[in-house]
Nanobody
Framework: QLQLVESGGGLVQPGGSLRLSCAASGFTLDYYAIAWFRQAPGKEREGVSC????????NYADSVKGRFTISRDNAKKTVYLQMNSLKPEDTAVYYCAARGFHCSGYVDFAFWGRGTQVTVSS
């Protein structure tokens, strides 16, 4: 019953913005690093961004650096991914996932949401 639920996906035009949310329930978010992953059909899942449990450290894939921003609000048990200047190649199912404390190279994430679809198209 430890759950992560993504929301905020949808259809957006190139150059537009979306804000994804990852809401946690069943556990205290304070002790967990949260990462966003994405996977397009026929492609390998990749790590997009990660934030440490304290919020003091963040990581971004080169492909999204400067366009995406990850943040967290532990009181609301929610992590956000602000996505700006979206490109068609950002189209994918976006998942959030949790592991203890540190991002650690996008490995050993034990808890996963079911994903939210982001489609960037004109």
């Amino acid at each position: 019953q430890l759950q992560l639920v993504e929301s905020g996906g949808g259809l957006v035009q190139p150059g537009g913005s979306l804000r994804l949310s990852c809401a946690a329930s069943g556990f205290t978010l304070d002790y967990y690093a949260i990462a966003w992953f994405r996977q397009a059909p026929g492609k390998e899942r990749e790590g997009v961004s990660c934030i440490s449990s304290s919020g003091g450290s963040t990581n971004y894939a080169d492909s999204v650096k400067g366009r995406f921003t990850i943040s967290r609000d532990n009181a609301k048990k929610t992590v956000y991914l602000q996505m700006n200047s979206l490109k068609p190649e950002d189209t994918a199912v976006y998942y959030c996932a949790a592991r203890g404390f540190h991002c650690s190279g996008y490995v050993d994430f034990a808890f996963w949401g079911r994903g939210t679809q982001v489609t960037v198209s004109s």
